[in-house]
C-alpha cells in the first residue's frame, strides 16, 4: 500500500511536461540517448519546402505538450542528413520512422491522416 502512495504522490508531483510530446532538432548524441534508455523516439524527416511535412508537423504540433503522447520526436534535416537517409533506407522527406530503443516499431511515409500519426507515435509504448 506505502509504494502505491509513493506512486501516486510521485505521479502527482511530477510536471505534466515530463510525460508529454517534446520536439529537438536531430543530432546523433539525442537519437543516441533516447535509444540507449530505452526510450521510444520518433524521426521525422522534414524539409522547409515540402507542403506534406508542413501538414505534418501542423498535426504533431497540436500533441505537443500532451501527456498521452509521450517521448522526444526528433526533426531530422530532409537536405542535410544524407548518411542518416541512406543509413535508414529514407528515400522521401515527410518520413516519419519510430522506435522502441534501437527497434523499428512504425514507419510512414507522406502520411497527414491524425489518427495514422497518433497510432504510429503510439506503436511504441
Known sequence: MTARIFAIALLLTASPAT???DFK???AEALNAEQQAGKPVPLHFYANWCPTCRAQEKILQQWKGDASVPGTLLVVNYDHEKELKKQLGVR???TLIIYQGTA?????AGETDAYKLRAALLSAH
Open 92 to 94: 522521401t522527406q515527410s
Open 19 to 21: 510525460f508529454a510530446l
Open 25 to 27: 532538432p536531430y543530432t
Open 104 to 108: 523499428e516499431k512504425a514507419r510512414l
